[in-house]
């Protein structure tokens, strides 16, 4: 092939496509963001499987959308506020063009990922929400711990705790890592398996510098997909 015929062939080129699971508008629940108004662009698949996982239903399927029309679609909302997840968004390819082109169409915008990927790459203006898996999920041998350097002060490190066993990984990883100098720390109880009021108990007997969170969507509407 000749120069000039690549050069056009690469210029007609489908834009790259990236497969989603829903996009919607709703109350961000967790994290910094907490209470704004925000639109959700769940992406499809992920690589774990997370014994209480809430979004089985984003694993597979899912719509394939160029950049543009989710751009499109986002900004139909009106909103402020954007978040990316999934699934694990960083398991396609095209997740971190997303990122940029979201933060250069003046967005807010947050990540939320397992941790079990590279974040090396995503856009600095983004916010990364990294989800440490505890042994209770069943996946915290896919924790990537390099990605602690990647964190800074606008960041947050989630750990969601099922049980005594998981609190106190937890809070070893909290003090063994400093976690509380590097980023926001969010200890997160599993619905419906540990009572939110034992967990803030513990937190507070150990005055550990993280911030309790409840997931505020659930409590407004329960575990409705969507929301």
């Known amino acids: 092939m000749s120069g000039a015929v690549a050069a056009s062939a690469a210029t007609t080129r489908a834009p790259a496509r990236l497969r989603i699971t829903e996009i919607f508008h709703s109350i961000q629940g967790e994290a910094d963001a907490v209470g704004w ?39 139909g909302y009106g909103a402020r506020h954007v978040c990316v997840t999934g699934g694990e968004p960083l ?10 082109a979201l933060c250069d169409a003046g967005f807010e915008v947050s990540l939320e990922t397992s941790g079990a990927l590279d974040v090396a790459h995503v856009d600095t203006r983004v916010r990364k929400v990294v989800d440490l898996k505890c042994p209770a999920s069943g ?43 590097r980023c926001q720390v969010l200890y ?22 993280v911030r309790f969170q409840l997931q505020l969507h659930k409590l407004l509407w329960g575990a409705q997909p969507g929301r």
């Not at 499809?44 to 959308?65: I, M």
């Not at 041998?141 to 350097?149: I, K, P, Q, T």
């Not at 997160?188 to 510098?209: G, K, M, N, Q, Y």
């Open 37 to 75: 108004p925000t639109v959700f662009v769940r992406l499809t698949g992920c690589p774990l499987r997370c014994r209480w996982c809430d979004t089985a239903y984003a694993f597979q399927g899912g719509e394939r959308l160029a950049v543009d029309e989710i751009l499109a679609r986002v900004a």
């Open 91 to 100: 398991a396609q390819r095209e997740c971190l063009a997303l990122l940029s």
């Open 139 to 181: 996946e915290s041998g896919r924790n990537l711990w390099s990605n602690l350097e990647h964190l800074g002060p606008r960041d947050q490190l989630k750990f969601v705790i099922a049980d005594r066993a998981d609190y106190e990984w937890a809070r070893e990883r909290t003090v063994e890592h400093a976690l509380a100098a």
């Open 188 to 209: 997160s109880p599993v619905a419906d398996e540990l009572p939110p009021a034992t967990l803030a108990e513990w937190i507070l007997a150990d005055r550990l510098p």
